[in-house]
């Protein structure tokens, strides 16, 4: 069985919190929990006007492909997917990937074409259970416990309404007892109210970090997070975050799928301010090509690239595999989100400079430190253009040059 990622960078974060700059990069392929037949995202061969969408073998075949490319930390599943892949596939015995199941789904995720469930209360519940997640059946044997997957991701939407705060955290308090019996680590997703009026807005990041630290103050450590999953409120309350328990290990939501600006900055501003952990479902898979997608949330969460250089390069890969992009660079260059002023609450719709030229180069051309130590360059010392040709390059070798 391959060594795992995750643990290790688990690891080293708890042991130096301020020094480690290990960074943990999600794909969330639960949407299968929420969004019904949508769930694997549209076909590319889908027309104007026709609503068609991958099918179930599809999607679980880009996330195979995901898998084998090795660059995301966890691969977050439903428990079927899990049984399919893990339990019978055996995908994840070889890989560093850790495998994941949503072990919990509260009503305001069930998106159902003509449903209302989204905009009522949301209200505890469980498809899944434990014994299923980690072997496929119930009553799993001591043996059988690791057959499929011991992570999983359990959620909890707060209402600021004490009747129903109180059935989810009791809940979640049943949830945590059964996984510390059936040796089962899990990562807590702590959504907004998907009611606005439930708190005003201006107040929202403070009651979301309060929530966080009053359900989590009872729990001993067997019974605690692995990390958090989360809504980015902006650089104040990541701090206040952070700072006040740096071994609460905060990570963030990717949400709507936006821009690629949007992504790529989200995830860059929330490990500026102390994030550790990026987790995006809808970002991934509704990008024109997902393994190059995640290619570059991989180097921005290692500092070897800014969101702005991978955006435009990002779009040079999607000209050398000959894939429309679904907007324009310029348009995609677009920041459509609230949550990058300090506050967290202002409105932010900008586009950033566009970048210097960069200069055509061969298949196989680098900058030059990198050609001469055949190590990873200085990246400190680079101008955008040299980052986004010495990028380019890199994709050239492993795509083919065209």
Not at 110 to 126: D, E, N, T, W
Not at 149 to 170: F, H, M
Not at 311 to 322: D, E, F, I, P, S
């Amino acid at each position: 069985m391959a060594q795992k990622s995750l643990d290790q960078k688990l690891s080293r974060i708890h042991a130096d919190p301020q020094g480690a700059k290990d960074f943990i990069l999600a794909d969330a392929k639960d949407a299968d929990m929420a969004l019904g037949i949508g769930a694997p995202g549209k076909s590319p061969e889908m027309h104007a006007g026709e609503a068609r969408f991958r099918t179930l073998q599809e999607f679980r075949d880009i996330i195979t492909q995901i898998v084998h490319q090795g660059l995301v930390d966890i691969m977050l599943m439903s428990a079927h997917t899990n049984e399919v892949l893990n339990i019978q596939g055996r995908l994840f015995d070889n890989s560093a990937v850790t495998p994941a199941a949503r072990a919990n789904d509260t009503t305001d995720i069930h998106v159902l074409r003509g449903g209302r469930s989204p905009v009522q209360p949301s209200l505890a519940f469980r498809t899944a259970t434990l014994d299923h997640i980690q072997c496929g059946h119930l009553d799993c044997k001591p043996e059988e416990r690791t057959l499929g997957a011991d992570l999983g991701l359990y959620s909890i939407t707060y209402q600021n309404d004490s009747v129903i705060d109180r059935a989810a955290l009791e809940e979640y308090k049943a949830f945590r007892l059964a996984a510390e019996r059936k040796g089962f680590r899990h990562f807590l997703e702590v959504f907004d109210p998907n009611r606005p009026e439930s708190v005003e807005a201006s107040k929202l990041p403070g009651f979301i970090n309060d929530a966080i630290v009053r359900t989590l103050s009872g729990v001993t450590s067997k019974g605690r997070p692995l990390f958090l999953k989360m809504v980015y409120h902006g650089p104040q309350a990541m701090e206040e975050l952070v700072r006040y328990d740096p071994h609460l290990v905060v990570g963030i939501l990717g949400g709507s799928a936006g821009t690629t600006y949007d992504a790529f900055k989200l995830l860059s501003e929330a490990k500026k301010y102390g994030a550790r952990v990026a987790l995006f479902g809808r970002k991934i898979n509704n990008a024109e090509n997902q393994l190059a997608f995640v290619r570059f949330l991989r180097w921005i969460a290692d500092g070897a690239i800014t969101a702005e250089e991978a955006v435009k390069a990002y779009h040079g890969v999607l000209a050398q595999l000959g894939i429309k992009p679904h907007r324009t660079l310029d348009e995609d260059m677009t920041l459509q989100t609230a949550v990058m002023s300090y506050a967290g609450n202002g409105k932010t719709i900008s586009a950033p400079p566009r970048l210097a030229p960069v200069r055509r180069t061969g298949a196989d051309a680098a900058p030059r430190k990198a050609q001469c130590n055949h190590q990873e360059p200085d990246f400190t010392k680079m101008t955008a253009a040299e980052k986004i040709a010495y990028h380019k390059a890199r994709w050239d070798r492993i795509l083919g040059s065209n």
